[in-house]
């Protein structure tokens, strides 16, 4: 069974095309998510590559009670808002409590429910009551038949136009492992699927009060997800993952995404 495409902003998740869901981990500082947003739109008008921008306001489950969170909802929607209406391309971050969802309902395209959240009753009802697009992304701990319940409930509260991301499965300590089955198994129960491949090379509290990860194969495993037959990627993009104040290890150097671009149409061209 095949999902109808889901249209998001000027953007199509299910159609002919891949949509790259890119943006940095988090927005640390104002100046800094404009700058990143508007490279990575500049790159992916050059490269004709169909853009959601992404970024987060707060992360809520950093390891470390020492860790960067952010700036907050209010603040971080308002900043995320000006970028989709100025460079006229639709954006989305992460929500992770109904009030939350109410206030970015408010003022962006799609939102993003964490994967440690994908089950709560009520985030995923407050989500769907602000008739946006919703991106839940499949928990580390459910096999891909799992979000079968997720759907039921999204539907439920009235709301059908959701994506789900896998990110990894959790795979002994501090380890994820990156089933490319489950995207198959996942579209062919009639679901818009996206890959996450910076998430699913994450090592989660790997270096000990933070999470690592291996950046490397985020390019290799997205590689594999578009030839596997999948409606989009997710990567975070930093111009310097070095000194990202969140996720370093997994996020992808601005200066290599042209190629990564490149590389992953010609791919789902070749398998369409």
Partial sequence: MKAKPLKVGSVTIGGKRPVFILGPCVIESEKFVWRMARKIAEVCAEEDA???????????????????RGMGVREGCE???????????????????????EIAGAKIDMLQIPAFLCRQTDLLKAAAKTGRAINAKKGQFLA???VKNIAEKLIAFGNDKFVFTERGTTFGYNNLVADMRSLYWMRQAGYRVIFDATHSVQKPGGAGDATSGD?????VLARAAVAAGCDGIFMEVHENPARALSDGPNQIPLKNLPKHLRMLKAIHAAVS
């Fill in 50 to 68: 169909d853009l959601i921008f992404k970024a987060s306001y707060d992360k809520a489950n950093r390891t470390s009670i020492r860790s960067f």
């Fill in 79 to 101: 900043i995320l808002s000006a970028i989709g209406r100025e460079l006229k391309i639709p954006v989305t971050t992460d929500v992770h409590s109904p009030a939350e969802a």
């Fill in 144 to 146: 891909p038949w799992d």
């Fill in 215 to 219: 950046s490397e194969l985020a390019p």
